[in-house]
Every structure is written in C-alpha cells, then in structure tokens.
C-alpha cells in the first residue's frame, strides 16, 4: 500500500493524480449540491452556452470537443479521467523502456492523447444516454416564467435562488435579485423573472393570476 501511495505520488506522475483527486471533489460536490436541491452539473450546463460560435476561443475548442452535446460536468470529468489515465499509462510505458519522463513532457502528451479520446468517448454517450429537453432550454427562456424564492429573501444585495420550471417542466435554480423597485421577497414567495443580466435574474412578486394552482415546493 505504501508503494503504491508512493508511485501515485511521485513528481512525475503528480499532476494526473491531482487530476484523478479532482474527479473524486467535483462528483462530491454534485453529489452534496444534489442534496441541498441545486445541480453542479445544470448551474454549469446554463451558464455557458457551448452549442453556438462565440468570441472566446476556450469555449470554441470545448464546443469541438464536446461535439457530442453530454453535459458539460460530464464532459469535465471525461476529460479529467482520461488526462489522469493517459498519463499513468505513458509514464508506466516510459519507467519499462527507458525511466519516467519529467511531468511537464508526459502532460503534454497525455493532453495530445486526451482530446480525440475525449471528443469519440462523449459522441458514443451522447448517443446512449437520455435526451433531456432541460439541456435545450437557455437561460433567456427562463425569462417571464413564475418561480418560488428558496433561498432568500430577495433584495438589491447579494442574490438568492429560485427554482423555476422551464417550459417542458424542468426545474431550474437560479440566481435572482429583487428589481430596484420591488421590497424584500421573502423565502416561498412566487416571483415573475422579468429580466436577466448574465446568470443573474431580476424578480417581482407575481400576481395571482399569474401563480400555479399546484402546491408551491415549500409546502
């Protein structure tokens, strides 16, 4: 046990441990936010939009990669897991022929090896896994839909959450401010999303007509 700790930890192979370490705190993260009524992967999937051209090469080059259209948490963790597993492999290939190569070389040919890998892997599970129509939905269409206040109040200050369905029934949290006008809306309050400024929603308090007839989620 102590050896293999050792080999993990070794200079050479440290950054596709870290990468490895990283895959073990972003699916606990999911898991967690999960539990407190939020999603890692959705909070990451609607505030970035990879299906259109954009001005930021980065985003460009995920948008390649992630042609298969998987969840970008998904994608994070394909890209993590095959960045750590191609990296061992090449430094355990290179220990046999000759002795492990210094980090940054080995990282550089397991990023070579990863992209493509990484590109075939999410194509194949974009073709097995559910469809979902929330995937679809960008966050402008969540504008002038009635939500519920979950973590509150909302006021001019730092924003709280509202879970809102989408229009194939899909809930969302979002960040949402209370508009310049409008008084504190308590936790439970049933808000109208009037606008959006990035990830971030201005709310007023909804009319009547305008609220659901099915019990709100804080009952």
């Given at each position: 046990?102590?050896?293999?700790?050792?080999?993990?930890?070794?200079?050479?192979?440290?950054?596709?441990?870290?990468?490895?370490?990283?895959?073990?705190?972003?699916?606990?993260?999911?898991?967690?936010?999960?539990?407190?009524?939020?999603?890692?992967?959705?909070?990451?999937?609607?505030?970035?939009?990879?299906?259109?051209?954009?001005?930021?090469?980065?985003?460009?080059?995920?948008?390649?990669?992630?042609?298969?259209g998987?969840?970008?948490?998904?994608?994070?963790?394909?890209?993590?897991?095959?960045?750590?597993?191609?990296?061992?492999l090449?430094?355990?290939?290179?220990?046999?022929?000759?002795?492990?190569l210094?980090?940054?070389?080995?990282?550089?040919?397991?990023?070579?090896?990863?992209?493509?890998?990484?590109?075939?892997?999410?194509?194949?599970?974009?073709?097995?896994?559910?469809?979902?129509?929330?995937?679809?939905?960008?966050?402008?269409?969540?504008?002038?839909?009635?939500?519920?206040?979950?973590?509150?109040?909302?006021?001019?200050?730092?924003?709280?959450?509202?879970?809102?369905?989408?229009?194939?029934?899909?809930?969302?949290?979002?960040?949402?401010?209370?508009?310049?006008?409008?008084?504190?809306?308590?936790?439970?309050?049933?808000?109208?999303?009037?606008?959006?400024?990035g990830?971030?929603?201005?709310?007023?308090?909804?009319?009547?007509?305008?609220?659901?007839?099915?019990?709100?989620?804080?009952?």
């Amino acid at each position: 046990m102590s050896a293999l700790l050792e080999h993990v930890m070794s200079p050479e192979v440290r950054p596709f441990a870290i990468a490895a370490a990283m895959i073990l705190i972003v699916g606990s993260i999911e898991v967690v936010s999960m539990l407190v009524g939020a999603s890692l992967s959705e909070m990451l999937g609607t505030n970035i939009d990879f299906g259109h051209p954009s001005d930021n090469g980065i985003i460009n080059a995920i948008s390649w990669i992630n042609v298969g259209g998987v969840p970008l948490l998904i994608f994070l963790l394909l890209l993590l897991g095959a960045f750590s597993i191609t990296g061992f492999l090449i430094q355990d290939i290179a220990r046999l022929v000759a002795g492990p190569l210094p980090a940054t070389l080995a990282s550089v040919g397991a990023v070579v090896v990863s992209v493509p890998l990484v590109r075939a892997t999410s194509r194949a599970i974009a073709r097995v896994i559910p469809k979902d129509e929330s995937y679809a939905v960008g966050l402008g269409d969540l504008v002038g839909r009635v939500g519920e206040v979950v973590i509150g109040p909302l006021d001019q200050g730092p924003p709280g959450r509202v879970s809102v369905a989408d229009i194939h029934g899909n809930r969302h949290f979002v960040w949402a401010v209370a508009a310049p006008s409008s008084s504190p809306l308590p936790q439970g309050t049933m808000v109208l999303l009037v606008d959006r400024a990035g990830s971030r929603f201005v709310a007023v308090k909804a009319e009547d007509e305008l609220k659901p007839s099915k019990p709100s989620l804080s009952n």
